[in-house]
């Protein structure tokens, strides 16, 4: 096996960026939906996203709960809205369009301090406007698609909004921004960019999969190394020892340890491995 350094390589252009059109979506709404890939609900959530929000009410969204261990999930919901004061909300790929209901309640609810503040100032009264934001690859497309799946309506550019903001009506309370905000990824933390490489919330050309591979099996031996090993038939959890155990091999008769990570991300990315929760809530 190649021994590549565990390193998740970052774009510093690419987040300044980013940031800038976060900030510029942020602007424009009441309300923001951030959605966490439930995996991970620690690291793909974004340390300065208080400060970035200011005072704008969020509402938080666990996604791909349906590939998570309930009573686990359970406690993180607790841990996550106690330290951020937040509703914390689940939702999945099986969720139907009737289940986000409670996803439009809430985002309407926590618009109307807002819309009321508008409204003594002798504004009229107009729908609340929200935005979804997240990582890469959290699920954010999917989620919008389901909330506006039963209203296809554009209302289009506001005034003074940006005109390349285009606008859906999910009721005649709620407008939401058609395309999302996606959180930048900051480079100081590898071992939250290792977690989410794991999701695919990092680009592919950003690391090399051996050893981001090998760090997944290493993070799930801890807790899982029975069901591993029969999984992978084989007590060492290494990516030669589950390739000789498949018998991929090379020239040589040398293990194909780029074609077991490929496959080991693959097994976890769809939910083959088991249901799991990468992260541990803090101590304090």
């Not at 289009?156 to 606008?167: D, E, P, S, Y």
């Not at 695919?200 to 050309?205: D, G, I, R, T, W």
């Not at 801890?222 to 390739?243: H, P, Q, S």
């Not at 194909?256 to 490929?262: F, K």
Request: charged residues 30%; proline residues 5%; contains cysteine.
């Amino acid at each position: 096996m190649k021994k590549d350094k565990l390193h998740i390589h970052w774009y510093p252009g690419h987040i300044a960026k980013a940031e800038r059109q976060l900030k510029e979506k942020l602007s424009l709404v009441d309300v923001v939906i951030e959605v966490r890939d439930a995996r991970i609900p620690l690291s793909s959530s974004y340390a300065n996203i208080e400060k970035l929000l200011g005072d704008k009410p969020r509402l938080l969204l666990l996604n791909k709960a349906d590939l998570t261990e309930k009573n686990e999930l359970k406690n993180w919901i607790d841990y996550i809205s106690t330290v951020t004061n937040c509703t914390v909300l689940t939702t999945d790929a099986r969720s139907g369009v009737n289940d986000f209901a409670k996803v439009v309640n809430e985002a309407v609810k926590l618009s109307e301090p807002r819309i009321q503040a508008l409204m003594a100032k002798g504004l009229l009264r107009r729908p609340a406007r929200a935005v979804v934001v997240g990582m890469p690859n959290v699920g954010k497309s999917s989620i919008i698609n389901k909330l506006t799946k039963s209203s296809k309506t554009k209302t289009g550019a506001k005034a003074g909004v940006t005109r390349q903001q285009q606008w859906v009506r999910i009721n005649p309370k709620l407008d939401l921004l058609d395309t999302p905000g996606i959180i930048p990824t900051r480079q100081d933390d590898q071992q939250q960019a290792v977690k989410l490489a794991f999701v695919s919330s990092v680009s592919e050309n950003a690391y090399s999969p051996e050893p981001v591979a090998q760090a997944l099996l290493d993070i799930l031996s801890i807790k899982y190394v029975g069901f591993l090993r029969d999984y992978y038939k084989t007590d060492d959890l290494t990516l030669e020892n589950i390739a000789l155990a498949r018998n991929w091999v090379i020239k040589s008769e040398s293990p194909d340890t780029l074609r077991t990570a490929q496959y080991v991300l693959k097994d976890f990315r769809e939910g083959r491995l088991g249901k799991f929760i990468l992260d541990d809530i803090p101590k304090e």
